[in-house]
C-alpha cells in the first residue's frame, strides 16, 4: 500500500503534526552532544563511527575534547594518577598509545611463555627495548592480572614475572638517586622503604603510605604528651616541620611517651620466636604485624622520635642493632650516651651494659654513630644471610638474588658477593651473559680469584653454547608400550594417600628417574612397587614442588584449584575439575588432555549413578 508524506501543516498517519523545521541531532549543542556522547554504553568504536558521519560529528568528537577524554578514563581508569586534572592534552592519541601498548605487550607475553617454558626467566629486558611509556605497560600487566581468576594463567603468570622485573628496574634507579643524595638528606626510613620495595615489588608499598601510618603513632605520642605536659614544644609543631628538643629533660618527656604509646598501647615488640622471618626486615609488615628485628624497629623507633624533636643515631653494634641518645651537650665518649635498644622495648642501656646485651667486650668503634648507607647494607645484609639460610626453594632463591642485587647497588665492588651472585645463577642456570660480566668484574677488582673466576667462566661458555643448540624436547605419549602401567595424566587433582597434600599434575614418567641417594633418603623401597611404578610430578597446594608414586596418589573426591606460584607455567586454565595444559606442555605429553577429559567424565557420571 501507497503511504503519502504529509504536507506543511498536515498530521501524519500516527496522528503527529509534522514540522518541516524539526531540528536534526547535529544542530543541538556542543555541550548536550558531548553528554550524549558520553554516555557508557557507548564505546571507542561507536565515538569512531559517530565521528565519522558529519564534520560537525567529527568536530564534537576532536582529539582534546570532553568525548575522547571520556573514553580514556572509562576504559583506563588506573591511569588517572599521571594526569593533573582538568588537563588539556590530546586525549584520542593517548588512547591510540595505550591501546598500541597493550596489544604489544600482550604479544611480547604470549611469546615468552613459549621461549622460557624450560628456562628460569631472569629479564625482559625486551620489554624495556620496546620504547613505550613505563605506566602504560605496567597498566596493561595488571589488566591482564586482574583478569577472569581461572583463564589465562600462562598469561598471568608471565605477566606478573614482566611486571616483578619492570618494577625492580624502576627502585633500584630510584636506589641509586637516593644513595647519589648527600649523606645529610638521606632519610633511614626512606633507604627502608626503598629495600621493602624491591624485595615486594608487587605489593602497594610508597613512602608516603608509610610516612602516614608513622603520622598516626606520632599523633598518638603527642596526646600522650599532652596529658603529662600541655605545654611541651613538640606539641606546637606541624607534622612535616624540622625541629630539636634542646632541653634534655623535655627530650626524656618525649622518649617517655614515645614508648608508652609503641611498646603498651600499640604492643610492638622483638619477634623473638621466628626471628628468621624476612617480614620481620620489612617496613611496611613491621608496621602491620606490630612486630620486627633490632634494626627495622630502630628505623622506626629514630624515625618517630625524629618527627618530635629527638635526634637519635643508629649504632651498628654485633648482633643487635642499637640507637644512641646523647646526654652532653657535645657527646664524645662512648659514655656520654645513653642506648635504646627498639627490640628490647625501648630499653635504655649504658655501654657497659650493652655488653652484657651480646655477651662479650667490645672496642670503642663499635659504639659509633654510622650513616645510612651503613644502615641499608645492615639491612640487606641480614635478609641475605635468611636468603642463605633457606631451604633451597625458589622462595629462598628469590631472596637471596633480591638481597644480592640491593647489596651490590650499595657496595658494588665486594668480591665477595660478586662471586656468590655468580655462583648462584651459575647454580640456577639463569643469566649467563651477566655472569661472564660479573666474573670480568671480579678479575679486575681481585686477580687472586683466577682460580673461581676461569671454572665459572669455563663453565658459563659451555651453557652458552649449549643455549645456541637446545634439545629437543621428550615427547611421552600414553599409547607407547613403556607407558601402559601410567594410570594418570597431567592436570588431575590429586590427594596423597599418606601425606594428606592436595596437588596436580604437571608431569610423569614411568619408572622412578631419581638418583639412589633419593631414593634410598625417601625409603622408596618401602613401596608396595618400589622405584619399579611411575611417579609423577605435582605441584602441592603448600607451593612445594615433589615427585610422588603412583601407590601413593588418588584422584581428589572433590577437585580444587591449587594455590601454587608455578601453576600458569604449566596450565591454561582451571577447568573446576582439572586444570588445562598449556601448549607448552601439550607438546610433551599430546595423548594427556584426552585422558584427563575421560577420567573426570567418568567420575562425573559415577557420581549421577551413586545420586540416582
Known amino acids: 500500500m501507497a503511504t503519502s508524506v504529509a504536507g506543511e501543516g498536515q498530521p501524519s498517519l500516527n496522528g503527529i503534526i509534522c514540522d518541516p523545521q524539526t531540528k536534526k541531532l547535529t544542530d543541538l549543542p556542543t555541550e548536550l552532544l558531548e553528554h550524549i556522547l558520553c554516555f557508557p554504553v557507548l564505546k571507542h568504536v561507536d565515538i569512531c563511527n559517530v565521528s565519522c558521519c558529519c ?13 575522547w577524554g571520556h573514553q580514556y578514563k572509562l576504559r583506563w581508569p588506573r591511569l588517572q594518577r599521571f594526569y593533573r586534572q582538568n588537563e588539556c592534552c590530546d586525549w584520542l592519541r593517548e588512547y591510540k598509545t595505550r591501546h598500541r601498548v597493550g596489544i604489544q605487550i600482550r604479544r611480547t607475553v604470549e611469546s615468552i611463555s613459549k621461549r622460557f617454558f624450560t628456562e628460569v626467566v631472569n629479564s625482559f629486558a625486551e620489554i624495556e627495548s620496546l620504547g613505550m611509556p613505563e605506566h602504560f605497560c ?20 608471565y605477566a606478573k614475572k614482566i611486571l616483578y622485573f619492570l618494577r625492580q628496574q624502576n627502585i633500584l634507579k630510584s636506589l641509586k638517586i637516593f644513595l647519589e643524595q648527600p649523606a645529610a638528606q638521606q632519610s633511614s626510613l626512606e633507604g627502608a622503604v626503598l629495600v621493602d620495595q624491591y624485595c615486594n615489588p608487587l605489593a602497594d608499598v610508597t613512602l608516603n603510605s608509610i610516612s602516614a601510618q608513622l603520622d598516626e603513632i606520632t599523633e598518638k605520642v603527642k596526646k600522650m604528651l599532652r596529658i603529662k605536659n600541655p605545654s611541651h614544644p613538640s606539641l606546637r609543631v606541624a607534622q612535616g616541620d624540622c625541629f630539636v628538643v634542646e632541653d634534655f629533660e623535655l627530650q626524656r618527656q618525649v622518649v617517655c611517651a614515645l614508648n608508652s604509646v609503641l611498646y603498651e598501647q600499640l604492643q ?54 642499637l640507637l644512641r641518645w646523647c646526654q652532653k651537650p657535645r657527646g664524645e665518649d662512648i659514655y656520654d650516651f645513653v642506648y635504646i635498644d627498639a627490640f628490647g ?32 647494607l645492615r639491612m640487606v645484609g641480614n635478609l641475605l644471610n635468611i636468603g642463605k639460610r633457606g631451604e633451597g626453594n625458589e622462595k629462598s632463591y628469590q631472596l637471596l638474588r633480591d638481597s644480592l642485587d640491593l ?24 643469566w649467563p651473559e651477566k655472569v661472564l660480566d660479573i666474573l670480568q668484574h671480579i678479575q679486575a677488582l681481585d686477580p687472586s680469584q683466577h682460580g673461581a673466576v676461569g671454572y665459572l667462566v669455563q663453565h658459563t661458555l659451555e651453557h652458552i653454547q649449549h643455549k645456541k643448540h637446545p634439545a629437543t624436547p621428550e615427547v611421552k605419549k600414553r599409547s607407547a608400550p613403556e607407558h601402559l602401567e601410567v594410570q594418570y595424566s597431567v592436570g588431575l587433582i590429586m590427594k ?59 584422584p581428589h573426591s572433590s577437585p580444587l584449584e591449587i594455590g601454587h606460584p608455578e601453576v600458569g607455567r604449566y596450565f591454561s586454565e582451571f577447568a573446576d575439575t582439572h586444570y588445562a595444559a598449556n601448549e607448552e606442555l601439550q607438546t610433551r605429553y599430546p595423548e594427556d588432555m584426552d585422558e584427563t577429559l575421560g577420567t573426570v ?9 551413586v545420586n540416582t
Request: aromatic share 12%; hydrophobic share 35%; net charge positive.
Open 407 to 430: 647489596y651490590l647497588t650499595i657496595n658494588p665492588d665486594n668480591v665477595q658477593y660478586l662471586l656468590l651472585q655468580a655462583r648462584l645463577y651459575f647454580h640456577l642456570g639463569i
Open 345 to 376: 622495648k625501648g630499653k635504655q642501656l649504658t655501654a657497659k651494659e650493652c655488653e652484657y646485651l651480646i655477651g662479650h667486650q667490645v672496642t670503642a668503634d663499635y659504639y659509633s654513630a654510622i650513616s645510612t648507607t651503613e644502615v641499608l
Open 55 to 67: 564534520k560537525r560529528l567529527h568536530d564534537v568528537c576532536h582529539g582534546r575534547g570532553k568525548v
Open 496 to 554: 596423597h594417600k599418606r601425606s594428606g597434600y592436595n596437588c596436580v599434575i604437571y608431569g610423569w614418567d614411568p619408572k622412578c628417574t631419581m638418583s639412589q641417594e633419593w631414593i634410598t633418603t625417601m625409603r622408596v623401597h618401602q613401596l608396595s612397587n618400589g622405584a619399579n611404578q611411575p611417579f609423577y610430578n605435582v605441584l602441592v597446594q603448600d607451593g612445594t614442588c615433589r615427585y610422588a608414586a603412583q601407590e601413593n596418589l588418588e
Open 601 to 609: 567424565q567418568e567420575k562425573k557420571e559415577n557420581r549421577l549413578e
Open 268 to 321: 610492638y615488640k622483638g619477634n623473638e620466636f621466628d626471628y628468621y622471618n624476612p617480614l620481620n626486615s620489612y617496613i611496611h609488615q613491621v608496621l602491620l604485624r606490630h612486630t620486627g628485628i633490632p634494626i627495622s624497629l630502630s628505623v622506626l623507633y629514630m624515625t618517630l622520635a625524629r618527627k618530635l624533636g629527638v635526634q637519635l643515631e643508629p649504632v651498628n653494634f654485633p648482633n643487635h642493632f
Open 138 to 157: 605496567e597498566d596493561e600487566l595488571l589488566f591482564i592480572l586482574n583478569s577472569d581468576k581461572r583463564k589465562s594463567l600462562t598469561l598471568k603468570y
